[in-house]
């Protein structure tokens, strides 16, 4: 682990989070711009450097994705809650009719998930709960024109869609339950989900995202897939077709997670975080459009673009649909000659990003280099080379290309490892640095 000096704020679990560097980037942005000017985080992401430098220099905070934008406008821009407006939101949620009748609607489903996770415990059945990850999802139930097996998991998921009309309950105030539930998520936290969403949905619009955030963070502690990412639902069986018998305890360790509990939590460290100094601007927009549009006080731009074919967008797409709040379509591929759904349900209209396409990321990263130069800004660059010891896809770019691109721009460009850094502040005598820490560079421009 690297030492970091200050205290960090993690709101999601993130690929490639630049936490462990934050002072890192800090100290290499003071020694190009010691007038602490703004800093443009032209990527945001998880806001987790967007927040750190907040507290030395007026952020604006950019990227593509909605959810970035409800976690950065809810650090960036902050409105205090107080306690009785938080008390009665929390009650809300928790107790209001809507929240009943959504408990109610979906109780067959919630008490047959209950009643097959004990069963793969104990390890007498573990049919029942591969079946509910594999086609549990009430969407995917919907969407499919096959005939359905006459099985309880089908019959319990009927009852829910019955209950749903009965019940009048709307596909947007559904929506966790029908696109989340089974597959990422217990049935019993979509509904704890969409009972919050309800509740964020009618509350005051400039307490959205404050509300809306702390929700982001506890669906990303909770969600039952590997990594914590959205990428890939937990695979209930080995490659021989055989269910895990570890199943329960792996899906169990998450789907026990109370929402309301955890949620309560979150919403408290969003609300306690320190006063902001500046006043910071949040766009949820491309790069580019945002290089055009750049406040005048801003003088450094931070960019921590996507370097691998994976585009972000898959992998938090659970999170870009809760803060959307929309019915998207649902992806699909042709596997040995059949339509399917997406094995993640992924939605159909996700971004792509030009610097994860092989042909698009020079001309994207020229792009870049040519706006923020001709501003008279200065840049730091993210970059971590590809370590193939580990299971990351290779760069879409060298760095001796983006090298060679940014010299046309900037009269000098420097290359900083992390290692390097942290091994000179901590003054270590040891002499073999780790891999990963000296992976990671930034390309100074200016
Ligand atoms: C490597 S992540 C940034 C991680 C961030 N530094 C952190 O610590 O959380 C890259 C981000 O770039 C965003 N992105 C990709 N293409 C973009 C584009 N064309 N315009 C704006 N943002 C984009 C993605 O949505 C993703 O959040």
């Known amino acids: 682990m690297i030492e970091e000096k200050t205290k960090v704020f993690r709101p999601i679990h993130y690929l490639g989070s630049k936490l462990r560097m934050l002072d890192f980037i800090e100290e290499s942005i003071n020694e190009i711009d010691s007038e602490k000017g703004g800093v443009c985080d032209l990527f945001t992401g998880s806001g987790s450097v967007s927040f750190h ?15 970035s934008k409800v976690i950065s406008s809810a650090i960036l821009q902050k409105k205090h809650l107080d306690s009785q407006f938080v008390n009665d939101f929390l009650n809300n949620c928790k107790n209001s009719a809507h929240s009943d ?39 995917a139930f919907q969407l499919s024109n096959k005939t359905k097996q006459k099985n309880k998991l089908n019959k319990n998921i009927e009852e829910v869609l019955e209950n749903l009309k009965t019940n009048n309950i709307s596909e947007i105030d559904s929506l966790s339950i029908r696109y989340f539930g089974g597959i990422y998520f217990s049935y019993m936290q979509t509904c704890q989900i969409d009972s919050i969403l309800y509740q964020i949905n009618i ?39 055989i269910i895990k018998s570890t199943l329960g305890k792996a899906t169990h360790k998450d789907r026990k997670i109370d929402i309301f509990e955890s949620y309560r939590k979150w919403l408290d460290k969003y609300n306690s975080l320190e006063e902001l100094k500046y006043n910071n601007v949040v766009y949820n927009v491309d790069y580019n459009d945002a290089l055009d549009k750049l406040p005048k006080n801003v003088t450094v731009v931070y960019a921590d673009p996507p370097y691998t074919r994976d585009h972000y967008s898959r992998f938090y797409h659970v999170l870009e649909t809760i803060s959307l709040r929309d019915l998207p379509k649902i992806s699909t591929m042709v596997l040995k000659g059949e339509t399917k759904l997406s094995r993640g349900l992924y939605r159909e209209e996700r971004h792509q990003s030009p610097f994860c ?58 290359v900083k490892s992390v290692g390097e850094f942290t091994h000179s502040k901590l003054n270590n005598s040891a002499k073999h640095l780790d891999a990963s820490k000296t992976a990671e560079v930034l390309i100074v421009c200016y």
Do not use: W
Not at 120 to 139: F, H, N, Q, R, V
Not at 214 to 240: E, M
């Open 357 to 414: 396409i092989r042909s698009q990321a020079p001309k994207a990263f020229e792009n870049m280099f040519q706006k923020i130069s001709s501003r008279g800004l200065k840049l730091v660059l993210s970059y971590s080379p590809y370590d193939d010891t580990k299971e990351t896809h290779p760069r879409v770019i060298k760095m001796k290309l983006l090298i060679s691109l940014a010299k046309k721009y900037f009269e000098t460009v420097e």
């Open 101 to 139: 009748i959504l408990f109610k609607t979906v109780k067959p489903l919630i008490e047959y998930e209950v009643f097959s996770i004990q069963k793969a415990l104990d390890k007498t059945c573990l049919e029942g709960l591969c079946e509910i990850l594999e086609s549990g999802s009430i969407i």
């Open 203 to 241: 509350a005051p619009k400039e307490f959205k995202n404050i509300l809306l955030a702390p929700l982001l963070s506890t669906i990303s502690d909770a969600v039952n897939t590997v990594g914590k990412q959205f990428a890939q639902p937990i695979r209930p069986r080995n490659n021989k077709g």
């Open 53 to 67: 430098l907040s507290k030395s220099r007026p952020i604006v905070s950019v990227d593509i994705q909605k959810y």
